[in-house]
């Protein structure tokens, strides 16, 4: 039984849609520039730079998490979770924006046995990011026709719009356009 | 407000990690039925200031918004009673792992302090009394205690100087509360002291202190305590334990669940059928209830969905079990079958508490024991790797 997988951009959706929210999300990664694609994505969403720290004990964590309490943060734990003391520290690491603390995936089985409280706080927000994997291809066309519908426009129609820079760009439409693959329209708009 | 905005409102509104006093001042507690854990110890502290309470309860089960609830309930008592009441989240305070004894008596000393002085200010900006200004240094030196790592060197016994602060924090009471009030402190956090000796010894030194100066105090404590046999701690608090036990999702159970979400999200977007599966889902742990509905809302959503439909929660559902799957033994997975089938729990040991203690296994009282319903239907299909 492993820990469900998700496309690195449905996550980043995921997380994006919790910004203003004080969650934490425990997500396993396997290096630091799988992080930092996770975190590009996020920003897509955001619209502003997400910062990456790395907290290798509880100080920095707590540290991390109080500078960039009034934004989205990645925090990515070197040292391995019983290092963070994360149930010691949890009130500390309340929030008014969501968190996203990046482990090695196999410490995912872990958690809830070295910190019962802060999994509890996580909830079912822990995840492994696929990076190839996208929204299963149901969810993908559903979500594409909730999109078409809200805005009243084709793909067709929505891509032309935002190459011709008619449209003000909303966390929305860097969705629809990393669903139909072109996220090189969002590069060339920043 | 469009679609993204409206999700997102739901997202702050079902926040599990989110700070309980937003769910009491917002209105969106809700009475547990048949137990009005803080109505229950406010009445008690109401005519019995100086007594002592603990509540335990499994993680997730509402023990911090509990201890809220009562002292905003001791507050609106306070104009009749003359009682002040003092939240203390220890571990935001210190760390927990150096908690040891006389902390809780340092920690609720700062606090009367701080608003001994207050109160002065509220009163005309007097000096503070010969007396006040004795008992501040006086806690000042203890507190040096603690800021040295040298041994200790005084004149009696580390336990004894404790206890030598009783006075010292009743007279600061005195100069906060009118004639016939008391203080009561709320230490919160206390539940997740894995260290139950160390925590059972700074309690016995740091109550008795407490008691002598007539001042009430409410801890929160880890679920193991209830399950200690025999039940020391118990006899600390003079038997006044209130054990929070989880919500059983059925008949009133699972109004009240359901009641809790209605509250925090309009029907149009969560209807009543969904709500019933999460309430269902969420075995009556409250943390998992809103964690579960946000994730059904979250499933929503990606799909592009207005609604949050049953599909959804079952996603959801089946998420929530994988996280509780990931980790267990094969010996974990033959107790979660047997209690499956039983609805009993032997507790012999570390095992079977290691899974009441991350929500694996929930305890409903008077012995019925279940497994996390999001977990239950996923047993048969664990593989342990040799």
């Known amino acids: 039984m492993n820990i469900s997988s998700l ?184 | 407000m469009n679609r993204l905005q409206r999700y997102r409102e739901l997202m702050r509104t079902l926040d599990p990690s989110g700070d309980p006093r937003t769910a009491v001042q917002m209105g969106w507690g809700v009475e547990r039925p048949r137990s009005a854990t803080a109505e229950r110890i406010a009445r008690r502290i109401e005519i019995e200031p100086w007594s002592s309470h603990l509540i335990v309860g499994g993680i997730g089960s509402g023990k911090t918004t509990e201890l809220w609830r009562i002292h905003h309930r001791l507050r609106e008592l306070g104009g009749e009673t003359g009682d002040v009441s003092h939240y203390i989240d220890v571990a935001a305070e210190t760390t927990l792992e150096w908690l040891w004894s006389g902390r809780l008596v340092l920690l609720a000393g700062m606090r009367l302090i701080g608003y001994e002085e207050r109160v002065r200010k509220a009163r005309g900006g007097r000096s503070p009394s010969t007396e006040v200004v004795r008992a501040i240094d006086a806690l000042d030196e203890f507190r040096a205690g603690f800021e040295t790592d040298d041994q200790w060197h005084g004149p009696g016994t580390w336990e004894d100087f404790i206890l030598d602060q009783a006075p010292h924090l009743q007279v600061l009471q005195d100069a906060i509360v009118t004639e016939h009030g008391h203080c009561v402190v709320l230490f919160d956090s206390l539940d997740r002291i894995t260290d139950i000796e160390r925590l059972e010894r700074t309690l016995r030194v740091d109550l008795q202190v407490f008691e002598r100066a007539r001042i009430g105090v409410v801890v929160v404590g880890p679920m193991r305590l209830s399950y200690r046999s025999p039940p020391t701690t118990a006899d600390l608090f003079d038997q006044n334990v209130l054990v929070l036990s989880d919500v059983d999702p059925t008949a009133d159970g699972l109004d009240f669940l359901v009641e809790v979400l209605a509250r925090r999200a309009a029907p149009e977007v969560m209807p009543q059928r969904s709500c019933f599966d999460i309430a269902r889902a969420s075995g009556g742990v409250l943390r998992d209830l809103i964690a579960l509905a946000k994730s059904s809302a979250q499933e929503a959503y990606v799909v592009g969905s207005d609604v949050v439909q049953p599909d959804h929660v079952a996603r959801a559902a089946e998420q929530f079990g994988r996280v509780r799957a990931v980790g267990l033994d094969s010996e974990q997975i033959q107790v979660l079958k047997k209690i499956r089938e039983t609805d009993t729990l032997v507790i012999r040991g570390e095992r079977e508490l290691a899974l009441l203690e991350t929500r694996r296994v929930l305890d409903y009282g008077n012995g019925r024991f279940v497994v996390h319903p999001t977990l239950a239907p996923l047993l048969d299909l664990i593989t342990v790797a040799a």
């Open chain 1, 7 to 190: 496309g690195r951009f449905e996550l980043a959706s995921r997380i994006a849609l919790d910004e203003t929210t004080g969650s934490w999300f425990v997500v396993g990664i396997e290096d630091e520039q799988r992080a930092s694609l996770l975190a590009e994505d996020i920003e897509s969403l955001v619209d502003y730079e997400i910062a990456i720290v790395q907290v290798a004990d509880r100080e920095l964590l707590v540290a991390a998490s109080r500078e960039h309490a009034s934004r989205l943060v990645l925090l990515h734990a070197t040292e391995g979770l019983e290092s963070l003391h994360l149930d010691d520290v949890r009130s500390l690491l309340q929030r008014d924006h969501a968190a996203v603390l990046a482990v090695l995936p196999a410490e995912l089985a872990h958690l809830a046995s070295i910190a019962p409280h802060f999994a509890s706080w996580a909830g079912n927000r822990v995840f492994l990011v696929e990076d190839d994997r996208f929204l299963d291809e149901e969810a993908r066309e559903k979500r594409l026709e909730a999109l078409r519908t809200h805005y009243g426009m084709s793909d067709e129609q929505f891509l032309a719009e935002v190459e011709f820079a008619e449209l003000a760009l909303e966390p929305d439409h860097a969705e629809w356009l990393v669903l139909l693959d072109r996220s090189d329209l969002l590069e060339a708009r920043r």
